[in-house]
């Protein structure tokens, strides 16, 4: 299971870092990727990560903005998201998959926690 927590309400500028808590043994064999849905749109790839931390991936937009890593002693991955912008708003869902690749797409994905809310008011 996934468990994600820390999204909440924060100014444009801002900082804020989600954490993705995950149960079981196996969680440091798992890649990594965090989604986000945006009121009446589509669930949609922000960052991935892969099961050692050594390779990242990024949607464009947040290029430069935010950082995914991971602790697998933990079993939690992180999304320290800088210098927020009201178009960031959305629901944001922590997502594990063992097979590498196809990191961008949904339906990749075998388990998914319950996502977690983030508001930048302008």
């Known amino acids: 299971q996934l468990q994600a927590c820390g999204g909440g309400l924060v100014q444009a500028g801002g900082s804020l870092r989600l954490s993705c808590a995950a149960s079981?043994?196996?969680?440091?064999?798992?890649?990594m990727g965090w989604f986000r849905q945006a009121p009446g749109k589509e669930r949609k790839f922000v960052a991935t990560?892969?099961?050692?931390?050594?390779?990242?991936d990024y949607t464009d937009s947040v290029k430069g903005r935010f950082t995914i890593s991971r602790d697998n002693a933990k079993n939690t991955v992180y999304l320290q998201m800088n210098s927020l912008k009201p178009e960031d708003t959305a629901v944001y869902y922590c997502?594990?998959?063992?097979?590498?690749?196809?990191?961008?797409?949904?339906?990749?994905?075998?388990?998914w926690g319950q996502g977690t809310e983030l508001t930048v008011s302008s």
């Open positions: 990560i892969n099961w050692s931390g050594g390779s990242t």
């Open positions: 997502a594990a998959k063992y097979y590498p690749g196809s990191y961008y797409y949904t339906g990749k994905y075998d388990y």
């Open positions: 079981g043994r196996t969680f440091s064999s798992y890649n």
